[in-house]
């Protein structure tokens, strides 16, 4: 039988590795928030983008999406370098990093060549295709459905 | 007493006025789904940024998040070009338009304030104040609360 002393001191203990355990969740919780504000970014902005080329929205906009949307996907690739599955993102991002990290390159690529094309309605129309591609593949391959 | 033809011409009359007021109505509700799709995104740069600020995600995106809300604020502003009370934007923000203006322009000047201050964590948090100020007082005169 243990004493009074031993008990309180597993005690301590295990509220010691609850805490522990507790503030790795938070900062766990921090990254996938920071994480979610960026895609949720990258979504706004494609929308965006979508209802211009639909011509639900002005034209002349299309300049300054494209620009956010490139900016933002740069930043959504780095949100990823801390190692936190949950929220929408599998863990295979992580098991699978080299494959995850081509896929953020060509987004950011695709982006990036989106910038140069919002003159021309149908050169936009067909960069956004790709824009949209890269997003398709990677959520296919690394999503978990939004609840 | 109309003839079946002047009621049908009636009935004519009112589908193409309901018709008509379908598709006003759609259009706003484009425009008002193009400014959430914008002010969402300031949102989450803000929060983007505030998590910074509170140390819970990497000081180095600061910069780039500054400069995303920089753009999103100049084209923030041109989501209200077009009257369209509704989503959260009270009417008032056409009828006081020349307050609304000045109330935008201040928040591009203080989020452009805020890029060339990022290297710095003080000063950075003083600046993102300004900005949050910019915002607080436009949604307390402008905004209904979400729902």
Redesign the interface.
């Known amino acids: 039988m243990m004493g009074d002393t031993a008990v309180l001191g597993r005690l301590a203990a295990v509220c010691m590795l609850v805490g522990l355990s507790i503030v790795a969740s938070a900062d766990e919780q ?2 996938i ?2 994480r979610q ?2 895609m ?2 990258l979504q ?2 494609t ?2 983008i979508a ?1 211009i080329l639909q011509k ?3 034209a002349e ?1 299309l300049g ?2 494209a ?2 949307l490139s ?2 996907a ?2 959504a690739k ?1 949100t990823f ?1 801390t190692k936190a599955p949950g929220g929408n993102a599998k863990p295979e991002v992580w098991s699978n990093a080299a494959d995850f990290a081509k896929r953020m390159d060509a987004l950011v690529a695709a982006a990036d060549d989106q910038v140069k094309a919002t003159g021309n309605a149908q050169t936009a129309s067909a960069k956004n295709q790709a824009v949209l591609a890269a997003c398709k593949g990677c959520h296919d391959a690394y999503m978990t459905p939004k609840k």
Chains 1, 2 share one sequence.
């Open positions: 921090d990254v928030d920071y504000h960026v949720t970014t706004e902005q929308a965006s209802m639900k929205a002005p906009n300054a999406h620009k956010l900016l933002a740069v930043t780095k370098d």
